[in-house]
């Protein structure tokens, strides 16, 4: 089955189990795609159908007896969610296993990054809470977010940088930048 939604509006007990599949807006940047036409894809893509649906009936008993090597980066949810991909693609042999692996690690590499970027927010609102101000210095949030004492990835990422200064804290301040970047949340010079 497949659910969509915006944002993230899908219930978490269907996100821990599902594939995620995230969609973008396409930027200025990207080229424009051909429009799509269900007619035309379904007339196009109707012969590959029924070779899948063939090669399903033919080789359902095998799928299902089937106990693929499943990742260890993926928790439990997830690899029962994959568990049928990996059986399928162990049987189709060839490359399929390890492009089946790639996908469920960048899938859920994603998930995670997403996860990040919610804590993250949450903890840049804190900080302009916890500090009573309407504008911070990229130093001052990354000090901020550095030193919250908690298990929070910040100090990891950027605690070395911050206490160096100088152009290590503009690397920080940049790698600040690229994680709010998808959010179109971007730095501005201010004067203070």
Do not use: Y
């Not at 970027?117 to 009573?132: G, K, N, S, V, W």
């Amino acid at each position: 089955k497949a659910f969509a939604g915006i944002g993230d509006k899908l219930p978490d007990t269907i996100i821990d189990r599902s594939i995620p599949i995230t969609l973008r807006r396409r930027g200025p940047t990207d080229r424009r795609p051909e429009r799509f036409r269900q007619r035309e894809a379904l007339a196009e893509l109707q012969p590959l159908a029924d070779q899948v649906r063939a090669w399903g009936i033919s080789h359902s008993k095998t799928i299902g007896e089937r106990r693929p090597k499943l990742p260890e980066n993926l928790s439990d949810r997830q690899q029962d969610a994959w568990e049928p991909l990996f059986a399928i693609a162990e049987l189709a042999g060839g490359g399929w296993p390890d492009r089946v692996e790639r996908a469920a690690s960048a899938l859920h590499e994603a998930e995670e990054d997403q996860d990040f970027t919610m804590q993250l927010l949450e903890h840049i609102r804190d900080a302009f809470d916890e500090l009573l101000a309407d504008r911070l210095t990229s130093a001052q949030l990354l000090e901020h977010l550095v030193n919250r004492g908690d298990a929070s990835p910040w100090a990891h990422w950027w605690a070395v940088d911050l206490e160096k200064g100088g152009s290590h804290l503009l690397s920080a301040s940049q790698g600040l930048a690229r994680k709010l970047h998808p959010l179109s949340i971007k730095p501005k010079q201010i004067r203070v």
